[in-house]
């Protein structure tokens, strides 16, 4: 089976951070969203990744090049964003009609991979939502197949969103359908949309089953990034030795990447550090904080900083991306 990956957006709701690096490569519970990503398609059985980059994309072939060396992957580049229907049928060519997962590249939920992956038809995340007109919303009847899909409807008749997760077995037919859209010009909210091509699927009698996500995490924006690394950590966080530091408390669940300096601090709860950073005189709670960077004589609260950054002063809540110099004081 075929993955297809797009992360070719610019990720306008974390800037500063997506500046510097794609959204998918943020630092989540000591991985990346990538990272958790690969990780479960790759336990389904998922042996060829096709990634859709555009912006940045050098880091996330870099990043896989590192990570996952053995990996047969392939990388396009979507060099006029047009939205993920757009994205996709990029790949047409590498799929060749074989039956695909496509997961969208900010999408991290719990479910059972390999069942989806193993189901005899065609498959769509749903997970229920408070508002669904910020998302692409399905109408399910009392089998749990799938009727209509609407992109960001203003009057949904459905709560239940789709996550961005989709297995499809009839991929030819969908690369048609997302063919036909963009030949006539059919948009919604400005973009090719793969939920149009969905409904066109549907139209023309394929059967789309749902199935429920037992977690979405939400990596759209700072404060639920910050959930969404809270609640992973405490599944992924391995017991930190808090002796490993000079005169240092540590407070679990926390992840503490290799090569990293503490002394006279306190780390945690919910905090992600990456490589080589160096934090001194400080406190850090429910925060992610990059690699290569120096935090010194601070307390750091619900706070978002990148990396090779130096911080040092008052009490904060931060959202500062990568290469900055902050002196509080």
């Known amino acids: 089976m075929k993955a297809i990956i797009p992360v070719a957006g610019p990720g306008t709701k974390l800037r500063p951070h997506s500046y510097t690096q794609p959204k998918a490569l943020i630092p989540l519970a000591g991985k990346s969203i990538l990272g958790i990503m690969i990780d479960q398609l790759l336990e389904a059985g998922v042996t060829e990744f096709i990634f859709v980059v555009g912006y940045l994309g050098e880091k996330i072939e870099d990043f896989v090049a590192q990570q996952y ?3 047969n992957a392939h990388f396009l580049q979507q060099s006029d964003r047009q939205g993920v229907g757009h994205a996709v049928l990029l790949a047409r060519e590498q799929v060749a009609g ?3 997962f496509i997961v969208l590249g900010d999408t991290i939920c719990e479910y059972d991979v390999k069942a989806i992956a193993s189901a005899p038809r065609s498959m769509i995340g749903l997970r229920k939502v408070d508002d669904p007109r910020d998302f692409g919303v399905a109408e399910v009847n009392e089998n ?6 609407v992109e960001k409807p203003q009057m949904p008749k459905s709560n239940m969103a789709m996550v961005g997760i989709y297995k499809i077995k009839e991929s030819e ?3 048609r359908c997302l063919e036909n859209n963009i030949s006539h010009g059919v948009r919604t909210h400005g973009e090719y949309s793969i939920t149009d091509a969905l409904e066109c699927m549907i139209q023309q009698g394929i059967s789309l089953q749902s199935f429920k996500v037992d977690n979405w995490f939400d990596c759209g924006r700072k404060e639920t990034l910050l959930e969404s690394n809270a609640l992973l950590l ?3 966080a391995p017991a930190v030795d808090g002796a490993a530091f000079v005169n240092t408390v540590i407070v679990p669940p926390v992840s503490i990447g290799v090569g990293c300096q503490i002394s006279n601090a306190v780390i945690g709860p919910d905090v992600t550090i990456g490589d080589h950073t160096k934090i001194d005189c400080s406190v850090v709670r429910n925060s992610i904080i990059g690699s290569y960077s120096h935090l010194h004589d601070i307390v750091v609260n619900d706070s ?5 950054t130096d911080c040092k002063g008052e009490a904060r809540s931060l959202n500062i991306g990568d290469n900055a110099t902050i002196d509080l004081g």
Do not use: A, H, Q
């Open 234 to 236: 405490k599944k992924f």
């Open 304 to 308: 978002l900083i990148g990396s090779d």
């Open 98 to 100: 074989e039956e695909i």
């Open 144 to 149: 749990g197949m799938i009727t209509r899909v």
């Open 173 to 175: 037919i969908l690369f």
């Open 69 to 71: 060396p053995g990996l």
